[in-house]
C-alpha cells in the first residue's frame, strides 16, 4: 500500500509545475488592433483632404491588365458569326470505310485510340473539329492514310 501512495505523491509532485492552461498555436497571427494602413493609401487620404491634384497611373502588362484582346462589347456589337471548320466529306467516308474494312464498330476504335465512343461517332458524322492528334491516332489504328482538310487562303 506504501508503494501506491508514494508512487502517488511522487507522480503529484511531478505535475505541480505543469502549466495547463490553454495554447493555441495559428500559422497567421493575428494582426494588430488599430488602424493600418499602407503608406500609400495614406499619402493618396492626405491629398484628397487637402485639395491636391492626384494623378494615377496604371503599371502591369503591355495589353493594359486582364482586359481581353476583343472587349465583349465589340464583339456582341458585330453580326459575323464564327463556324469553326469540321472534317470533310471526304475525310468522313474514308474513316468510314477503313474502319468497316478492318471490321471494327465505333466503340472498338475508340478504345484502340483512348477515346470516348462519342468523338468516333462525331468524326464519321462531321460534326467533329479536326484535331491532329486524334486524327494520327485513327490513321495509326486502322494502319492508312486519311485525306486531311485542305487550308484555307486568306
Same mark, same amino acid.
Given at each position: 500500500v506504501h508503494g501506491i501512495i508514494k508512487s502517488k505523491?511522487?507522480?503529484?509532485?511531478?505535475?505541480?509545475g505543469q502549466n495547463w492552461n490553454y495554447v493555441i498555436l495559428r500559422s497567421n497571427p493575428k494582426p494588430a488592433q488599430g488602424p493600418s494602413e499602407k503608406k500609400a493609401d495614406l499619402v493618396?487620404?492626405?491629398?484628397?483632404?487637402?485639395?491636391?491634384?492626384?494623378q494615377s497611373t496604371v503599371k502591369g502588362?503591355?495589353?493594359?491588365?486582364?482586359?481581353?484582346?476583343?472587349?465583349?462589347?465589340?464583339?456582341?456589337?458585330?453580326?459575323?458569326v464564327y463556324v469553326p471548320d469540321t472534317v470533310s466529306f471526304e475525310f468522313r467516308q474514308?474513316? &468510314?470505310?477503313?474502319?468497316?474494312?478492318k471490321?471494327?464498330? &465505333?466503340?472498338?476504335?475508340? &478504345?484502340?485510340?483512348n477515346v470516348k465512343q462519342t468523338v468516333v461517332q462525331d468524326y464519321e458524322s462531321g460534326r467533329a473539329i479536326p484535331n491532329p492528334m486524334i486524327i494520327n491516332a485513327l490513321e495509326r489504328a486502322l494502319q492508312c492514310r486519311l485525306p486531311r482538310n485542305k487550308k484555307k487562303q486568306s
Amino acid at each position: 500500500v506504501h508503494g501506491i501512495i508514494k508512487s502517488k505523491k511522487i507522480y503529484n509532485k511531478k505535475m505541480e509545475g505543469q502549466n495547463w492552461n490553454y495554447v493555441i498555436l495559428r500559422s497567421n497571427p493575428k494582426p494588430a488592433q488599430g488602424p493600418s494602413e499602407k503608406k500609400a493609401d495614406l499619402v493618396l487620404r492626405t491629398a484628397l483632404q487637402t485639395g491636391s491634384e492626384v494623378q494615377s497611373t496604371v503599371k502591369g502588362k503591355k495589353n493594359g491588365g486582364s482586359q481581353p484582346a476583343m472587349s465583349i462589347k465589340k464583339l456582341m456589337e458585330t453580326d459575323d458569326v464564327y463556324v469553326p471548320d469540321t472534317v470533310s466529306f471526304e475525310f468522313r467516308q474514308a474513316l &468510314q470505310r477503313a474502319r468497316q474494312a478492318k471490321n471494327l464498330t &465505333q466503340e472498338k476504335l475508340a &478504345q484502340m485510340i483512348n477515346v470516348k465512343q462519342t468523338v468516333v461517332q462525331d468524326y464519321e458524322s462531321g460534326r467533329a473539329i479536326p484535331n491532329p492528334m486524334i486524327i494520327n491516332a485513327l490513321e495509326r489504328a486502322l494502319q492508312c492514310r486519311l485525306p486531311r482538310n485542305k487550308k484555307k487562303q486568306s
